[in-house]
């Protein structure tokens, strides 16, 4: 398959995962006053976590406002996701030469995955990049620090959820090659 | 010259990601007032197809739920009838539909107020933002236009902020940006407001400390904002004391169950424009 085509598909189901059934997900244990923060897992950044090594800066850029643009017109929040998206692609490059031992270039037509990079350094390059969008995100959509802890747990929380479903969504789509050997 | 294009080309990176935060930002700002988010609202048309889609799928799961809701409100409307056919409410009725003389009217009944309830059907909705929109599958169209108060059977839902031809987006009561002016049982008005936390509760904030208020109390909308008066908002679930001022603060349990709406009313009042008329003509503020 080649790599556009394969980039285009991961776009769209991720998209569709993401507004069509973590967008709804409303769970049940903050119905008192003083409760839990209502929390909601954001996977797609994972889309600009994927995509290949070689893809230039102001591809990933464009991508990344692309991404945010989208899940901008279904959430209603003009811009923030945008934002956020643009943020993330622009230190990816930057994450990724601190925590590979070879330089960017060598990989040649790959995209980071478990198998080129090991669990440990793709696990700390997503959930790191995760941190980022979730703290900005939710800051600008909050706008006030007047109630931090409520802030930060939600942060916490969301991005909790989110590693797990890109844990996931790891297990799922991770060819093991060396499964029975 | 050649210095500033080496310049550009060096730093090319960093100027792209300023520039598309900065129109982030802009965009960011610019909806802030709700004003304008005609292309990046879920009442686009691609978008709003999608969603429509989508509920035509999730539909299937709350038809249980829905039923029992429309058999309770059924219940509900009943017993109103009943209750209006044994006592006839003057005072309560005349607030609606009290017609004045002939004479003065040109042979036609007019009415303090006029209301014209539309149906309509969520399709999308969310709790978990600090600013919660739905949308709902009426459009200008249906006569769905901006500022119109919408409610659900059980209380109220909000505000249309924006129409295309089909569909159109609600600013819902769980929004920091939007208050509702409220009554108690007794009378006393204020405003009920979110916090931006929690779907299931609203706040009531600077009641005054004589009010006598109970848990379970409901609370009214008034005739001074833009939704019909008496519609309900919330009941309350736990009354604080302020230290600071030894006002009341009230937390209520918002009446319609934002999580699962699925049908709700969009409540026109055809005499808006006239009070709206008479009231900036004393230069008062817009409710």
């Given at each position: 398959m080649s790599i556009y085509v394969r980039n285009i598909l991961r776009f769209c189901?991720?998209?569709?995962?993401?507004?069509?059934?973590?967008?709804?997900?409303?769970?049940?244990?903050?119905?008192?006053?003083?409760?839990?923060?209502?929390?909601?897992?954001?996977?797609?950044?994972?889309?600009?976590?994927?995509?290949?090594?070689?893809?230039?800066?102001?591809?990933?850029?464009?991508?990344?406002?692309?991404?945010?643009?989208?899940?901008?017109?279904?959430?209603?929040?003009?811009?923030?996701?945008?934002?956020v998206c643009v943020l993330i692609a622009y230190l990816r490059t930057n994450v990724l030469n601190?925590?590979?031992?070879?330089n960017l270039s060598e990989y040649t037509n790959q995209s980071p995955n478990v198998k080129n990079m090991g669990w440990m350094p793709f696990l700390v390059?997503?959930?790191?990049?995760?941190?980022?969008?979730?703290?900005?995100?939710?800051?600008?959509?909050?706008?006030?620090?007047?109630?931090?802890?409520?802030?930060?747990?939600?942060?916490?929380?969301s991005s909790a959820t989110s590693i797990l479903f890109v844990l996931a969504y790891l297990l799922l789509f991770t060819r093991q090659v060396n499964a029975r050997g | 010259m050649r210095n500033f294009i080496l310049f550009i080309r060096r730093f090319f990176n960093l100027i792209l990601f300023l520039v598309l935060e900065i129109i982030c930002v802009v965009l960011i700002a610019r909806t802030n007032n709700l004003q304008g988010n005609d292309i990046m609202s879920s009442a686009n048309t691609v978008v709003g197809l999608s969603y429509k889609k989508q509920n035509d799928v999730v539909y299937y799961f709350g038809l249980k739920q829905m039923n029992d809701s429309l058999l309770n409100e059924n219940a509900k409307?009943?017993?109103?009838?009943?209750?209006?056919?044994?006592?006839?409410?003057?005072?309560?009725?005349?607030?609606?539909?009290?017609?004045?003389?002939?004479?003065?009217?040109?042979?036609?009944?007019?009415?303090?107020?006029?209301?014209?309830?539309?149906?309509?059907?969520?399709?999308?909705?969310?709790?978990?933002?600090?600013?919660?929109?739905i949308t709902i599958n009426r459009g200008s169209k249906d006569g769905v236009a901006k500022n119109m108060a919408v409610i659900s059977g059980t209380g109220v839902v909000g505000k249309v902020v924006h129409t295309s031809a089909h569909y159109a987006s609600i600013l819902s009561v769980l929004s920091v940006k939007q208050k509702v002016s409220?009554?108690?049982?007794?009378?006393?008005?204020?405003?009920?407001?979110?916090?931006?936390?929690?779907?299931?509760?609203?706040?009531?904030?600077?009641?005054?400390?004589?009010?006598?208020?109970?848990?379970?109390?409901?609370?009214?909308?008034?005739?001074?904002?833009?939704?019909?008066?008496?519609?309900?908002?919330?009941?309350?679930?736990?009354?604080?004391?302020?230290?600071?001022?030894?006002l009341l603060l009230l937390y209520l349990q918002p009446g319609s169950n934002f999580r699962n709406l699925q049908y709700v009313y969009v409540v026109e009042n055809k005499m808006m424009v006239e009070r709206l008329m008479v009231e900036d003509s004393v230069n008062l503020k817009k409710p």
């Open positions: 189901l991720i998209m569709a995962l993401q507004v069509l059934i973590l967008n709804k997900i409303t769970l049940r244990w903050w119905s008192q006053p003083q409760g839990f923060p209502v929390f909601i897992p954001y996977v797609y950044p994972l889309f600009l976590l994927l995509l290949p090594f070689e893809t230039p800066v102001w591809l990933l850029l464009m991508l990344g406002f692309v991404t945010g643009i989208t899940m901008d017109s279904f959430a209603n929040t003009a811009g923030i996701h945008a934002f601190a925590l590979l031992p070879k390059y997503s959930s790191f990049l995760i941190l980022i969008h979730h703290s900005v995100y939710f800051s600008i959509e909050l706008w006030s620090f007047a109630n931090i802890g409520y802030l930060l747990l939600k942060i916490l929380a | 409307l009943r017993a109103l009838i009943a209750l209006q056919n044994n006592t006839y409410d003057v005072i309560k009725d005349s607030n609606v539909h009290r017609a004045l003389p002939q004479t003065d009217t040109n042979q036609k009944k007019i009415q303090y107020a006029d209301y014209v309830y539309r149906t309509a059907k969520v399709v999308n909705n969310s709790v978990s933002a600090a600013n919660n929109y409220a009554k108690l049982k007794d009378g006393t008005t204020g405003y009920v407001e979110w916090e931006g936390y929690r779907p299931d509760v609203l706040v009531m904030k600077d009641v005054p400390q004589q009010v006598v208020v109970r848990k379970g109390d409901s609370v009214f909308t008034t005739s001074y904002s833009f939704f019909p008066p008496d519609v309900l908002i919330g009941r309350v679930q736990k009354v604080m004391r302020v230290k600071k001022n030894s």
